[in-house]
């Protein structure tokens, strides 16, 4: 079953959709100052990878049993893969949740090339390809923390992975190319930030941008 775009997209009206740098911190800013539901599409993620199929959704079925260990380009490839298959998942759980809530931030990754199609409000917080610590954030931190407490590994291998999981978070990925993409040929707002502008500004562009 197809379900037409024009439908999703009138469900969908009252998702808002932030994307790129500093989202979560962004979309708690605006949800406590406007009390408005926010859908972080990571703590959907265990959910839905328990809900794939192989026939369906295969990469997500996939064992990936160490994903530091992957080489960079299988990381890159995989986790793609994933986030497109899971997106019409999040999708359906958007229009769900619709008609609980006036009014939805949802925030995280999700195939953007898939959603534009049916997204009204959407922003793209931009800091223009300057370098940042993916692990320095404190919803990222614990993954480094996960690979030092391994007992299956000595310490040259935790440094590897270590090492690795750098590599692979510091490179120009999808998820960034499609962002902009969005800018430059869908027209979709971009919130320009450096590291002097807050959380609390950003939000405040944001908030004036939509009109909430």
Known sequence: MVIADNTIK????????????????????????????????????SRHFKNA????????????????????EDAFLWESAVVREM?????????GLCYKYKRIICEGDIDIDTVLPVVTNAV???????????????EQAHMLKEIRQ???????QKQRRIENAYNITASDSAVKKAERRAVRLYGVKEIIRDE?????????????????
């Open 10 to 45: 009138k469900l969908l009206q009252n998702v808002y959709f932030i994307w790129g740098d500093g989202k979560t911190a962004t979309a708690n800013a605006l949800a406590k100052r406007h009390d408005i539901y926010v859908y972080h599409t990571d703590d959907s993620r």
């Open 53 to 72: 199929h192989p026939d369906y959704q295969p990469a997500m079925c996939r064992d990936v049993p160490d994903f530091w260990a992957l080489k960079k």
């Open 87 to 95: 997106t019409p998942m999040i999708a359906a759980e958007l229009i």
């Open 124 to 138: 793209v917080i931009s800091n223009h390809g300057k370098k940042y610590d993916f692990f320095a954030r404190p």
């Open 150 to 156: 391994r007992a299956d590994l000595d310490e040259a």
């Open 196 to 212: 002097s502008t807050s959380v609390e500004q950003v939000a405040k562009l944001i908030e004036e941008y939509w009109k909430l």
